[in-house]
């Protein structure tokens, strides 16, 4: 492992349910820390008292029925503080804030939602100002496979489908999950590709169908170039 110092960096790894995530984001956590510095991580939606609210009232709610833009304020409300409240505090003090998900999210979620990516953008400027990712990796796996990996069956979707976001959340339950329509999965598989044409800040894409060992190479490589 590569020990990496990124004092005062903010990354983002993103991408769709089953992607690897969490596995990644260990693994450059450890990094940094091997590297003596201190890791911030950070969890979007939620991370903070107020953000765990509308968390919950967006994982307790059907968002079928909840306009995108009601949505996706929901969502940016929820970043405003995590920014004021984690992120940006712990930037200026120095730290590696590592964040799973962020705007990025947005612009794939609700855009397959119906929504302007460009507008998510627009929107997420005015919640967070000038706090952006210094990098954002998206791992990038079909829909089919994320199925898989994570239980769900592909099958199943599109029964009583929901168009929001909710499959962000660790916590929703499978079921609800299952009914979302698999060419809304795939659409945001397209919209995450797309991410690096329109995001106002770096966004590399990473192939996630390999080994975790194979993902891993191409993470730290991806560091190295955008922030050294």
Known sequence: MRRMDLAGKFIVI???DGSGKGVQLDRLAAAVAAGGGTVCRARDPGGTVVGDRIRHVLLDFDLSGMDKRCETLLFMASRAQLVAEVIRPA??????????RYISATCAYQGAAGMDPAEGVAIG???VGDTWPDLTIVLDVPAEVGFERIGRKAHHAGQ????????MFSG???DAMERRPLAFHRRV????R???RYYPRPVVVIDAQRSADQVWADVQ??????LH
């Open 189 to 192: 598989c397209e919209l995450f």
């Open 125 to 127: 400027r005015h919640a």
């Open 160 to 167: 009583a489908a929901a168009v929001g976001q909710l499959s």
């Open 91 to 100: 930037l200026t003090a120095g730290q590696t804030v590592l964040c799973d």
């Open 14 to 16: 993103d991408g769709p």
């Open 194 to 196: 797309e991410l690096p």
């Open 221 to 226: 490589a991806a560091v190295q170039r955008a």
């Open 172 to 174: 929703a339950q499978a």
